[in-house]
């Protein structure tokens, strides 16, 4: 049976251990949700500017290869994406794009819709260009796409760890759930649930108790811990319009302080097992999962 239970390693502080090579172990958080229109996006760019305000080197890493909008919703014009890194034509530092409060966002592109159409020289180039950033990253927050496509499910099976964005809706609550069993059919069995655009903590939990349920009735050791909650806010809707982070442009709005709050939360627990692996790491791992090596 699945165990729902509270984050259990809250209050310990994370510390960024570094690997054979001397590299600082990276934070790989992977950013999910069942459907679209759950808010995923808006609470990946905001956690990463609340991450970054505690003091983390947060690497934003927009994963929704057929639709990227986080440079978007926060004004920026990349003029290159991981396409051009592929296609040979820029390198990976290359089309790094700086963002608000000190984070960096490596911009998608509808041409690498598909993790198995690369290459092996794409791949080992993409690797050792990993290998030369002089950004000494501590955190990469990975905006998957939304359902159970293979890019999402890729995604989320390389990340040290998985944070489903729900919604109260009942679609959103289906959805969820359905991501959850595939991915515990390739072995993931750990998941932290943000409850989003809800009216209040109360209703925040409601939601979370009744997908947890449904997983404990159904699902075989998946563990569903509670992350907490960003309430429906209005200034959300001028931040987009404004292409500002609600944390910047509203501080004080109830959904920025949930945020904050959900930040420190994330920073103040480590992932289970601790941290292994740079960038590098993450990425052959990913193409590890791509080619149905892991999983």
Excluded: C
Aim: charged share 25%.
């Amino acid at each position: 049976m699945s165990k729902a239970q509270p984050d259990q390693a809250a209050g310990l502080k994370t510390r960024a251990r570094e690997d054979k090579n001397g590299a600082r172990a990276v934070r790989v958080i992977a950013v999910t949700s069942g459907k679209g229109g759950v808010g995923k996006t808006n609470v990946v760019t905001n956690l990463a500017i609340a991450l970054s305000r505690l003091g983390k080197k947060v690497l934003v890493m927009d994963a929704d290869l057929s639709l990227a909008n986080i440079d978007i919703l926060l004004g920026l014009t990349p003029d290159y994406h991981i396409g051009h890194v592929l296609n040979g034509e820029r390198l990976i530092s290359e089309i790094l794009v700086d963002g608000p409060a000190g984070i960096t966002i490596l911009p998608a592109s509808s041409g690498w819709e598909d993790l198995t159409a690369l290459d092996d020289t794409q791949k080992l180039s993409l690797l050792e260009q990993m290998d030369a950033l002089d950004r000494d990253f501590e955190v990469v927050l990975v905006d998957t796409a939304a359902g159970i496509g293979n890019n999402v499910l890729y995604f989320n099976q390389a990340a040290q760890e998985r944070v489903v964005v729900v919604t109260p809706e009942p679609t959103s609550l289906t959805d969820a759930y359905a991501l959850i069993k595939v991915l515990s059919q390739h072995k993931e069995k750990y998941f932290r649930l943000l409850m989003n655009m809800v009216q209040d903590e109360k209703e925040a939990k409601d939601v979370y108790r009744k997908l947890a349920a449904v997983a404990d009735r159904f699902l075989d050791d998946v563990s569903l811990d509670y992350l907490g909650f960003v309430p429906t806010d209005k200034n959300l809707v001028n931040a987009v319009r404004h292409q500002k982070a609600l944390v910047e442009a509203y501080p004080q709005a109830p959904a920025s302080k949930q945020i904050v709050k959900l930040a420190e939360r994330i920073n103040e627990s480590p992932p289970r097992g601790g941290l292994d692996g740079n960038i590098r790491f993450f990425f052959k791992r990913l193409f590890q999962v791509s080619e149905g090596e892991i999983g």
